[in-house]
């Protein structure tokens, strides 16, 4: 494997799009051997592209014949980690709490649910998904238990810094956070912010745009 550090980002994140193409031809398609070409024929990624990123953490595939597609899919797997379980929590059960909590997709990408948490008092004991929603006052004790690794943030944002801090506090080191603001961590914490709000207004800028083209006749 290449120097980790020389890795570039975009190829970190095309990683996950290969090993869910995998996990499809493997267990939806029964398909055994895939090529470079439609690997990434089915995810838009010219193939020299996929050759590249996966050169980059060693030699996989036969040139002329392709890729076994249960290897890939394991060692894609492996690369990521997510043939390891990741025990995690979420904090914030309403709406967009529960559609992720309801969302069993996750699961397949080594990622195990073992706390929801709020801090409304009505909501707690109520099941989501199948998970008791319970006080954020018993994050640390939820933590240290199941050695959570990995935190959700779907509160409002007024309330995200706070709830970073309670995580990091507790022994949480990597945060997906859903709430439209930046978090201020240490350098030891790793943050991926889903900012919804932003491919929405993305696409309505081309809407736009395109609108106004077409009202000038151009
Ligand atoms: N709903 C969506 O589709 C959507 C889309 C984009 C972004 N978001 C963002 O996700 C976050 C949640 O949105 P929502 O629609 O689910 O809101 P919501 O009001 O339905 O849910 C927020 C939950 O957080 C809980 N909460 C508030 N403060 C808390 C605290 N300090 N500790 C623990 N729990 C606390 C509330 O009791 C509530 O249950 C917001 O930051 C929002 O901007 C939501």
Redo the contacts with the bound molecule.
Sequence with gaps: MKDRESIPKATIERLPLYYRCLDKLANFEDVDVVSSKDLGGRLGIPPTQVRKDLSYYGEFGRRGVGYDVFDLKRSVGRILGVDEVWTTIL?????????LVDYKGFEKMGMKLVGV????LS?IGNKIGGVEVQS?KKMDEIVSENDAKLGI?????D??Q??ADEMIESGIKAIWN????RLHVPEDVTVRN????IGIVSLIYHLSWKKRDEEEGK
């Design positions: 904090v914030g059960a309403g709406n967009l709490g529960r559609a948490m709020d801090a409304d909501k954020i943030i779907t509160v409002p944002t309330a995200a706070e709830v859903f709430a439209p603001t889903e900012d919804l709000a």
